[in-house]
T-cell receptor
């Protein structure tokens, strides 16, 4: 089955700097790669996603890149703000009835 | 349009008791997923259900755990004879689409503590 590895597990950045979180996946058939943000005491919320027919997607300060050959994808947050502090999860999905497989998460701290 | 509703938000049980966690999906969603999150861990898939059907229960322990999504009413995750290792946050997610090739909408979770 699919296996998703996520790095780093914790990340601290100064406000205004960029943050990058990286994930690798094992199943070359995976074709959907979402990123979720989880704030303390809350459920995860989708912030951006990318499909295998696209190499990059951007939404304001957030961007995701996908390298299908290397089987890895990354989340980029620019101009970080304190409210970006949260746990971020990457995930991968094969197709059909298979469930999303999540990475172990990255705890991002943005220091003002 | 209300989001995914989970209750209770917090549940305390003693070892050997039963825990029942409920999840009402978003309106119009007929696909429900349950995930378990241990402290400082990721989300582990447990079970995927459609109305009256279990589609994939490969992540759910064979003993003590069961799930249902009846024709009427919420989805229920039931844990019998709870042990301390069952202490975790249990998240329900729903989707309007078959499989998970689109966004999963998560509830706020039910946090189970076993004393």
């Amino acid at each position: 089955g699919e296996n998703v590895e996520q790095h780093p597990s914790t990340l601290s950045v100064q406000e205004g700097d960029s943050a990058v979180i990286k994930c690798t996946y094992s199943d070359s058939a995976s074709n959907y790669f979402p990123w979720y943000k989880q704030e303390l005491g809350k459920g995860p919320q989708l912030i951006i996603d990318i499909r295998s027919n696209v190499g990059e997607k951007k939404d304001q300060r957030i961007a995701v890149t996908l390298n299908k050959t290397a089987k890895h994808f990354s989340l980029h947050i620019t101009e970080t703000q304190p409210e970006d502090s949260a746990v971020y999860f990457c995930a991968a999905d094969t197709r059909g009835n298979t469930p999303l497989v999540f990475g172990k998460g990255t705890r991002l701290s943005v220091i003002a | 349009n209300a989001g995914v509703m989970q209750n209770p938000r917090h549940l305390v049980r003693r070892r050997g008791q039963e825990a029942r966690l409920r999840c009402s999906p978003m309106k119009g969603h007929s696909h429900v997923y349950w995930y378990r999150q241990l402290p400082e861990e990721g989300l582990k898939f447990m079970v995927y259900l459609q109305k009256e059907n279990i589609i994939d229960e490969s992540g759910m322990p064979k003993e003590r755990f069961s799930a249902e999504f009846p024709k009427e009413g919420p989805s229920i995750l039931r844990i019998q004879q709870v042990v301390r290792g069952d202490s975790a946050a249990y998240f329900c997610a729903s989707s309007p689409l078959q499989g998970a090739t689109g966004e999963l909408f998560f509830g706020e979770g039910s946090r189970l503590t076993v004393l």
